[in-house]
């Protein structure tokens, strides 16, 4: 073996043992509806946990479910609620949960490539700024209401 391969296998040797620091998120009570079956615009919502010990940001997510997906919020203007694009994404300290939930923070997703039916799986993927991309599979429940099994969390923060 040259001294080239030599040094190779060794800093890959290092590399192996050396602990991977992965910022600890977990996904939960995820769910996805439309307004109807038509629609062309839909949301995904859930609780984010970061478990760990170093603050982290959900900055994207995408979807081949939709041509396009932002993080949204709703604020209000002159007494009328109003859908924003939230570019710098969302703040998730440590040992906090992010709520995404229907009439505040959410994954919007825009340009559905199929329709939300009852029951149906969409595959979503979260970016995180530390963590990484997350994957999750999120059931499409049209019949649940809102706030139901989001009684827990710090709120949105961003």
Known sequence: MSLKSNVFA?????????????QEIHV????????????????????????????DRLIGAASPAAHKVELHTHIE????????????GFAIP????????????????????ESFEQGKIVPLTLV???????VVDVPVDLDRKPGASHGKGHGTGN
């Open 128 to 134: 995180f700024e530390k963590s990484g991309e997350i």
């Open 77 to 88: 203007e002159g007494g009328v609620m109003k859908m924003v694009h939230v570019e710098e």
């Open 28 to 55: 939960l009570d995820t769910y996805a509806r439309s307004a109807s079956p038509m629609a062309k615009t839909g949301a995904a919502f859930m609780l984010i946990e970061n478990i760990g010990d170093a603050d």
């Open 10 to 22: 060794a800093l890959a040797a290092i590399a192996l043992a050396t602990p991977v620091l992965a």
């Open 94 to 113: 440590a040992g906090e949960t992010l709520v995404l939930q229907r009439g505040g923070a959410h994954v919007m997703m825009m340009g559905l490539t």
